[in-house]
């Protein structure tokens, strides 16, 4: 079993940037794909960010249309934690982010195709 565990939210003002992290834990796999999806209030979960893992480098970096150039996804190749850089926030990223991941190479961006959930981070921005 994996878990998955969400932090770096918080509130921020318009233009800010914050870092949220997620740790993963217990059965890790050597190779698999690390996501970030988001849920406002009232919407359904949306894809944010995917990042396929080799077992030694990451690679395959896949981005929403809306959030390319503003949000970065990466992995400490030291740890079992990944990233999500956002830049120039908007009121409009204010929700819930949720890491995910999968043992599978998922070419997919559809969030019922992951099995494993982090609890989520609030983040919230102020105008």
């Known amino acids: 079993q994996v878990q998955l565990v969400e932090s770096g939210g918080g509130l921020v003002q318009a233009g800010a940037s914050l870092i949220l992290f997620c740790t993963a834990s217990g059965s890790t796999f050597s190779t698999y794909t690390m996501a970030w999806f988001r849920q406002a209030p009232g919407k359904e979960r949306e894809f944010v960010a995917r990042l396929y893992w080799s077992g030694h480098s990451a690679y395959g970096a896949l981005y929403a249309d809306s959030l390319r150039g503003r949000f970065t996804i990466s992995r400490d190749s030291a740890k079992n934690t990944w990233y999500l850089h956002m830049n120039s926030l908007k009121p409009e990223d204010t929700a819930v982010y949720y890491c995910?991941?999968?043992?599978?190479?998922?070419?997919?961006?559809?969030?019922?195709?992951?099995?494993?959930w982090g609890q989520g981070t609030q983040v919230t921005v102020s105008s």
């Open positions: 995910a991941a999968d043992s599978a190479v998922l070419v997919t961006t559809d969030r019922l195709k992951y099995h494993y």
